[in-house]
């Protein structure tokens, strides 16, 4: 008694989806997403509910902070996720600079390079904010056609450098969800191209399954 129904809601989902107890008077956070300023880059929120605050409770959001994003957990899901790594990101038809990109839960985090510090033995530092984040729901993964390395409209463009994907959202029917612009991405490999598709593709469902923090 005394918790919000929105509060037992997502405590029942968050465990069964991460297999794990999450007792009632958890404050859970996960991570949701937003487009702010206009800007094609959409930002990653943190959406907190407290269990111990009754009824009257408050579902809050905030934006990333540096060192948030290490508290983020992956599922525990096969394929696991490939190593975070530079990719290209199309940033408009003839500019594909490099992210760091950190595939976790139903999200795909990408990072300026700045952002990152690379260790011997430790790993990365993420000492930035994350520039952005793809959400993963509702998607599906898609090469070019033909065999070719990139897509046609970037044939002259530094995608020409490796091997492009694209995420491509589909909106549910009947719904107020409103399509997410397409995000081209370049992998290095062709096998790293397939390593990733593997991965996202097994996100990607029609349900975006909380990722928690």
Known sequence: TGHPPEALRWRR????DNNINIPRAMTIERVTFAYTGGSSDCQPKIQTID??????DNVQACSFEIGDFERVLDFDIIPPSPPDTLLRLGESDTYFPFRYFCLRGCFLFYFLEEDVQQSEGDGAMYVGKP???IPLDRTRIDFPEGGRRVFQKHANSNASKGYEFVIVHTPKKDSNDAKRPDKYL???TSSQREEWKLALSSRSGGILKDTIL
């Not at 989902?13 to 069964?16: A, M, P, R, T």
């Not at 269990?51 to 009257?56: L, M, P, Q």
């Open 186 to 188: 370049v992998a290095d």
């Open 131 to 133: 520039r952005g984040v």
């Open 13 to 16: 989902k968050l465990s069964k």
């Open 51 to 56: 269990g111990t605050a009754g009824r009257n």
